[in-house]
């Protein structure tokens, strides 16, 4: 039995199973590993009980375990903290973002959220599961100051009582109006109101969106506390924002951030006219084949960096990205842009276009370079991207065939239906030409016709199949005594119009016959089916020594081969 469990803190650890009415054995560490444990000369016949001790840490049990199991044990930390948070005025502050960080240990990450703004404290206040050690709390709310609370020397089993009080911030009201490089107003563009990073802040600091990684500390970021938009005439008020200094971000565009930093007191109510540009707009059309619907297909305009996202709604609120769905006619319009280099991202999932990506969405993106201001045209040619529809009726002998798989191929593609229902199979595949290949579900025999079919892009196309069949029997004897090779596996073989060899198994009835059905004109390649004989992979090379039939020249008579026997 084994067992696994990690954690940083664990300084002394005692693992121990038992079974009833037997004494407790204990663990034995497993040489080269970090945290695996090993316990030996178990009864195969009992079931167990697993425990885990660890000071600074809950008792972790698991029961009904059995010898050859492997059981893995998370460790929490049996200490807690009982949180009040209160005003200024000493009233509770009824929702509040709480972190914290652990401090002295070299792992990450060493912080993490306990609760979030829209969470509901725990009723008594106590959060739980902390390690020993020094700790330091951040709370965040809105209208007020954030706040750091140190808690020191945390130990084993301890509830401490901490009281964290949130001082009201003075208030104040930022207005304004957002305008582009000529003057004239921009509405519903992005105003975003940040307050300063708790350390260093600066304006190289980064702005928060939601996330750090595992080695940054979040207190360097600046941290969103308000947001609006922009109206008709390009005005925008903040009418909620704190005292002290602040961080005006505004976003009409991909590359078009403007950021504007001021310091508040209370009742201030300062005028921005915040310039931006000079900026491009992309404009175009989506070149599709006609009739194709253009339903769900929508374009995207973003930096590169952000051309990962795959629909509208992905992108992040504050991401520098635009985007358009387009229009009925197929012509879209983004923007703004920022003039320089951008990469434009197409983005399409409608039924019909060819999808080359496991999440059934394509994205085709391009370098492009906004040169001058205005609009700027771009067009997507996707004539070539859409599938179309082949329905094939197949006739086998002048009657309709069911069962018959119908596959379509050419060098990039392929497509692969049944027929039924009359003979008749409908294919999805992407516009181009093709060979057809008629195979019975028997796999008796496979024809590629010489004649080739197209796929309309986005259309339907319509063919006809007639399939005339020689119905013979073939008869193999032994070579060494010339009798009937009755029950005989055989292998038969054709090649295709491409030279490929194409393989059935047969197998003989009690008089060294076997029923097949081919077109006329195919010649048969015979051969006892002896695996261990015979390459996996055969090649036209390898076959001109086997025995032959003209499946023409057989006529209603049995054709006859001669066949060496098996084990020679």
């Excluded at 037997?22 to 497993?30: F, M």
């Excluded at 016949?45 to 001790?53: D, N």
């Excluded at 969106?209 to 008709?232: A, L, Q, Y």
């Amino acid at each position: 039995m084994r067992n696994n469990f990690s954690s940083p803190l664990v300084d002394e650890i005692a693992i121990t199973v038992r079974a009833a009415g037997r004494e407790p054995v204990a663990s034995t560490k497993i040489p080269g590993s970090a945290n695996s444990y090993s316990f030996d000369d178990l009864d195969p016949a009992l079931t167990y009980s697993v425990r885990v001790e660890a000071p600074g840490f809950r008792t972790w049990t698991r029961d009904g375990v059995t010898p050859g199991s492997r059981v893995g044990a998370s460790l929490v930390g049996n200490g807690s903290i009982r949180l009040s948070v209160i005003d200024g005025a000493g009233a509770p502050v009824p929702s509040y973002r709480l972190s914290a960080r652990i401090h002295g240990v070299s792992f990450t990450p060493n912080s993490s959220t306990l609760l979030e703004a829209d969470q509901a404290p725990p009723p008594d206040g106590v959060f739980q599961g902390f390690v020993p050690g020094d700790y330091t709390l951040l709370l965040e709310t809105r209208g007020r100051d954030p706040l750091e609370v140190a808690v020191s020397g945390l130990v084993p089993g301890e509830t401490r009582d901490v009281v964290a009080r949130l001082q009201d911030a003075g208030r104040a009201r930022i207005e304004g109006v957002v305008r582009a490089g000529d003057g004239a107003p921009l509405a519903d563009t992005a105003v975003i109101l940040y307050r300063p990073a708790l350390l260093d802040d600066s304006p190289e600091s980064p702005f928060f969106k939601g996330w750090v990684w595992s080695d940054e500390d979040e207190r360097r970021f600046r941290k969103e506390v308000g947001r609006t938009t922009t109206g008709p005439e390009g005005r925008f008020v903040l009418s909620d924002a704190a005292t002290g200094h602040a961080i005006v971000r505004v976003l009409p565009g991909p590359g078009l951030e403007v950021v504007r930093e001021l310091d508040l007191l209370p009742g201030d109510a300062p005028w921005l006219d915040v310039l931006c540009g000079p900026f491009s707009y992309v404009v175009g059309e989506l070149l599709v084949p006609p009739g194709v619907s253009l339903e769900g297909l929508e374009v995207l305009v973003g930096v590169s960096e952000h051309t990962q996202h795959k629909s509208i709604e992905l992108w992040e609120p504050d991401v520098e990205a635009a985007g358009s769905r387009v229009r009925p006619d197929g012509s879209f319009r983004v923007g703004p842009l920022a003039i320089g280099e951008t990469c434009i991202a197409l983005v399409y999932s409608a039924t019909g276009v060819e999808r080359d990506r496991g999440d059934g969405l394509i994205l085709r993106d391009i370098d492009f370079s906004v040169d001058r201001p205005g609009d700027v045209g771009l067009d997507f040619d996707l004539r070539a991207d859409f599938w179309g529809n082949l329905e094939v009726a197949l006739q086998v002998d002048g009657a309709p065939a069911d069962g018959y798989t119908i596959t379509l191929a050419n060098d990039v593609h392929w497509a692969q239906g049944t027929t039924s229902g009359g003979g008749a199979s409908r294919l999805v595949a992407a516009g181009g030409d093709y060979r057809v290949r008629v195979q019975p579900r028997d796999r008796r025999f496979e024809v590629v016709l010489e004649n080739a079919v197209t796929v309309p892009p986005g259309g339907v196309g319509r063919t006809r199949v007639d399939l005339a069949l020689e119905r013979h029997e073939l008869r193999a004897r032994c070579e060494e005594d010339d009798t009937a090779a009755s029950n005989a596996k055989l292998l038969v073989m054709t090649t295709d119009r491409d030279g490929r060899v194409l393989q059935s198994r047969v197998t003989t009835d009690d008089a060294g016959g076997v029923q097949l059905a081919y077109p006329a004109g195919t010649v048969l390649w015979i051969t006892p089916d002896a695996q261990e004989r015979w390459p996996r992979f055969w090649t036209r090379e390898l076959i001109d020594d086997l025995p032959a039939v003209e499946w023409t020249d057989v006529g209603p008579v049995p054709a006859v081969v001669e066949l060496c026997p098996q084990g020679d």
